[in-house]
């Protein structure tokens, strides 16, 4: 009988595995956002840059490590290069500047799961993410981004070794608000809160459930450099569901619905060069992770002007 659970789960796993494919089933590597994450930058053109490294073990509903027998657990390793482009334009649209972007990442994914055969790793680009309207206004110390991103199945996915997908199969619709406080005193608060509402991966039935995300920052900056505490905060508010059923729950796996959540924190470094460029960089420890893989995160983040 216990053979027989593991096999199940092996296939439920399978089955919904795309959906965890990316740090724990995020198209968005979370906490890349904080230092001015509310205040859009003057019109003109920038490039940035995200490299970043995440380990983490699966873990079940009550926060604890699956255990597959034996000690055997389940890992995934990411290293991510996302390289993103923003243009902000002159145009004003209710009273706030306009701008635009797009996001590419390429992926490295790694995984080691005993109850899916084992190890593989698979190199790619990941889903494209496409923002046609961003919006963004200026009030005093007070700054508010609001925009839309769409993200795009381009990720590399494979149906019968999900294991190895890079991509999540479905789009996704995010509304996103950032909002920062930059008083001239140094002192800054910042986050970017978001909602992400998935559709369903055509090719298994399978629908992953909706999050509220939020990268947040409290820090300050004197002269060149600043210093925070920094970090982010994800809720999954609905049930993933197969063919159209919340899925079942798996004792010491995962519970009902398999409903994700992590609070993440650390420390964040920022650096600004003579020339405008700005350099970050951050470790955040996930805590509190529920139906997910989680571990530990670094971050290396440039912001290039052109």
Same mark, same amino acid.
């Given at each position: 009988?216990?053979?027989?659970?593991?096999?199940?789960?092996?296939?439920?796993?399978?089955?919904?595995?795309?959906?965890?494919?990316?740090?724990?089933?995020?198209?968005?590597?979370?906490?890349?956002?904080?230092?001015?994450?509310?205040?859009?930058?003057?019109?003109?053109?920038?490039?940035?840059?995200?490299?970043?490294?995440?380990?983490?073990?699966? *873990?079940? !509903?009550?926060?604890?490590? +699956? #255990?597959?027998?034996? $000690?055997?657990? @389940?890992?995934?390793?990411?290293?991510?290069? =996302?390289?993103?482009?923003?243009?902000?334009?002159?145009?004003?649209?209710?009273?706030?500047?306009?701008?635009?972007?797009?996001?590419?990442?390429?992926?490295?994914?790694?995984?080691?799961?005993?109850?899916?055969?084992?190890?593989?790793?698979?190199?790619?680009?990941?889903?494209?993410?496409?923002?046609?309207?961003?919006?963004?206004?200026?009030?005093?110390?007070?700054?508010?981004?609001?925009?839309?991103?769409?993200?795009?199945?381009?990720?590399?996915?494979?149906?019968?070794?999900?294991?190895?997908?890079?991509?999540?199969?479905?789009?996704?619709?995010?509304?996103?608000?950032?909002?920062?406080?930059?008083?001239?005193?140094?002192?800054?608060?910042?986050?970017?809160?978001?909602?992400?509402?998935?559709?369903?991966?055509?090719?298994?039935?399978? *629908?992953? !459930?909706?999050?509220?995300? +939020? #990268?947040?920052?409290? $820090?300050?900056? @004197?002269?060149?450099?600043?210093?925070?505490? =920094?970090?982010?905060?994800?809720?999954?508010?609905?049930?993933?569901?197969?063919?159209?059923?919340?899925?079942?729950?798996?004792?010491?796996?995962?519970?009902?619905?398999?409903?994700?959540?992590?609070?993440?924190?650390?420390?964040?470094?920022?650096?600004?060069?003579?020339?405008?460029?700005?350099?970050?960089?951050?470790?955040?420890?996930?805590?509190?992770?529920?139906?997910?893989?989680?571990?530990?995160?670094?971050?290396?983040?440039?912001?290039?002007?052109?």
């Amino acid at each position: 009988m216990k053979h027989a659970s593991w096999l199940m789960a092996g296939a439920l796993l399978a089955a919904g595995f795309a959906a965890q494919a990316k740090e724990g089933g995020d198209q968005y590597p979370n906490g890349v956002e904080n230092w001015s994450a509310g205040a859009l930058p003057p019109p003109g053109d920038y490039f940035l840059n995200y490299v970043g490294y995440w380990s983490g073990e699966l *873990r079940n !509903g009550t926060g604890g490590k +699956v #255990d597959f027998g034996g $000690g055997s657990r @389940a890992t995934l390793n990411a290293t991510y290069d =996302a390289m993103r482009w923003v243009h902000v334009t002159r145009r004003k649209i209710l009273g706030a500047d306009y701008a635009f972007h797009v996001i590419v990442p390429v992926v490295n994914l790694s995984i080691d799961h005993p109850g899916l055969s084992g190890r593989d790793s698979r190199l790619g680009v990941g889903d494209i993410t496409v923002d046609p309207l961003v919006l963004g206004w200026h009030r005093g110390d007070w700054h508010t981004t609001v925009g839309i991103d769409v993200m795009l199945p381009t990720g590399h996915y494979d149906q019968d070794d999900p294991r190895v997908s890079i991509g999540a199969n479905y789009v996704s619709f995010e509304p996103v608000l950032a909002v920062s406080w930059l008083p001239a005193s140094g002192w800054e608060a910042s986050a970017k809160v978001m909602y992400n509402l998935k559709t369903e991966n055509d090719d298994t039935r399978y *629908r992953s !459930g909706d999050e509220l995300h +939020v #990268d947040w920052l409290l $820090g300050r900056t @004197a002269g060149r450099w600043g210093l925070g505490l =920094a970090g982010y905060y994800l809720k999954q508010t609905s049930s993933d569901e197969i063919d159209g059923a919340r899925v079942a729950a798996l004792p010491g796996v995962w519970s009902a619905g398999r409903r994700g959540e992590v609070f993440a924190y650390g420390p964040s470094v920022k650096y600004a060069t003579a020339g405008g460029v700005v350099l970050i960089g951050q470790w955040a420890r996930e805590s509190g992770v529920r139906n997910r893989f989680g571990g530990d995160k670094f971050l290396f983040k440039a912001i290039v002007p052109f």
